[in-house]
Nanobody, 127 residues
Framework: QVQLVESGGRLVQAGGSLRLSCAAS????????MGWFRQAPGKEREFVAAINWNGGSTTYADSVKGRFTISRDNAKNTVYLQMYNLKPEDTALYYC????????????????????WGQGTQVTVSS
């Protein structure tokens, strides 16, 4: 069983920065891609960013490209989401998720390809 625990979410003013963390346990963290997703009230869950198993490849949603950076520390079993220039539309519950496929070759932006999810951390951006 994989456990994912997010942290770092809080209330921040527009233009501010936050770093989210997701600590993983339960399987070989370094062999699976990781993703960040978010869900705003009344909206569908959406993809934010993903990073491959060794950190050598990343992909981002267009809405966050250039503002957010995903990274991972396999020695600490942790994935991060550094967020800069936050906007009110970034307000959401942010989830990290673990890819279901061992060393997937091509990063997935679809939630159906992730089999374990954390409980989420709330990010609120005030205008």
């Amino acid at each position: 069983q994989v456990q994912l625990v997010e942290s770092g979410g809080r209330l921040v003013q527009a233009g501010g920065s936050l770093r989210l963390s997701c600590a993983a346990s339960g399987r070989t963290f370094s062999s699976y891609a990781m993703g960040w997703f978010r869900q705003a009230p009344g909206k569908e869950r959406e993809f934010v960013a993903a990073i491959n198993w060794n950190g050598g490849s990343t992909t981002y949603a267009d809405s966050v490209k250039g503002r957010f950076t995903i990274s991972r520390d396999n020695a600490k079993n942790t994935v991060y989401l550094q967020m800069y220039n936050l906007k009110p539309e970034d307000t959401a519950l942010y989830y990290c998720a673990s890819d279901s496929r061992y060393r997937r070759l091509r990063l997935s932006v679809s939630g159906v390809d992730y089999d374990y999810w954390g409980q989420g951390t709330q990010v609120t951006v005030s205008s």
